[in-house]
């Protein structure tokens, strides 16, 4: 049971780049998120898709694009990568009708150089 | 906007000791409440979901109440291990669509063997 993959587990690029961050979930749940982890944030919430082709801004959009064409992908990108999303980030999952009980990916650590 | 709060930021205990780890939200209107495990470098481990309606939850050592009115959980530690060293993250969700989670910023712990 693989659960949630995120790819690359860590990553270096430099300001302007395009970067995009891989999530990946083997349960066919229904909705995912992105987070970012920053010391004196705690985490934030990027974006979230509640189904294939459905997508939302969360507290911390700017910057960001998401896509789902396939229910088990979500990827993050940064179109012009800025030091400030030097970050850890994290891809979250759930089904349904589990109350709302998300289940975490290992995370990224993006270095923005 | 939602605020979640946790005291103390850090903790440090020897083993053997119970403790408890408090949270506090200022929105009572919430869906559930989750507490999470963080080790170094790692993604969050979900513990425990404690549903609005629910008062506390439990599994094995550790114990999660809940009382909504006062904006405030608890997650009690029965006998502490080395390996219960960890941050503990707090979050909440207002909704039970696709709305995400709302954390605190963690307490650190750390049991002395």
């Known amino acids: 049971d693989a659960g949630i993959t995120q790819s690359p587990r860590y990553k270096i690029t430099e300001t302007g780049r395009q970067v995009t961050l891989m999530c990946h979930q083997t349960?066919?749940?229904?909705?995912m998120f992105w987070y970012r982890q920053d010391l004196g944030h705690g985490l934030r919430l990027i974006y979230y898709?509640?189904?294939?082709?459905?997508?939302d801004k969360g507290e911390v959009p700017d910057g960001y694009v998401v896509s789902r064409s396939k229910t088990e992908n979500f990827p993050l990108t940064l179109e012009s990568a800025t030091r400030s999303q030097t970050s850890v980030y994290f891809c979250?999952?759930?089904?349904?009708?589990?109350?709302?009980?998300?289940?975490f990916g290992p995370g990224t650590r993006l270095t923005v150089l | 906007k939602q605020e979640v709060t946790q005291i103390p930021a850090a903790l440090s205990v020897p083993e053997g000791e119970n403790l408890v780890l408090n949270c506090s939200f200022t929105?009572?209107?919430?869906?559930?409440l989750q507490w999470f495990r963080q080790d170094p470098g790692k993604g969050l481990t979900s513990l425990l979901l404690?549903?609005?309606?629910?008062r506390e939850q439990t599994s094995g050592r550790l114990n999660a109440s809940l009382d909504k009115s006062s904006g405030r959980s608890t997650l009690y530690i029965a006998a502490s291990q080395p390996g219960d060293s960890a941050t503990y993250l707090c979050?909440?969700?207002?909704?039970?669509?696709?709305?995400?989670?709302?954390f605190g910023k963690g307490t650190h712990l750390i049991i002395q063997p």
């Open positions: 349960w066919s749940h229904s909705y």
């Open positions: 898709s509640a189904a294939a082709d459905i997508t």
């Open positions: 979050a909440v969700t207002l909704g039970g669509g696709a709305d995400g989670l709302t």
């Open positions: 404690i549903q609005s309606s629910q």
């Open positions: 929105d009572s209107a919430i869906y559930n």
């Open positions: 979250a999952s759930r089904r349904p009708s589990s109350y709302n009980e998300q289940f």
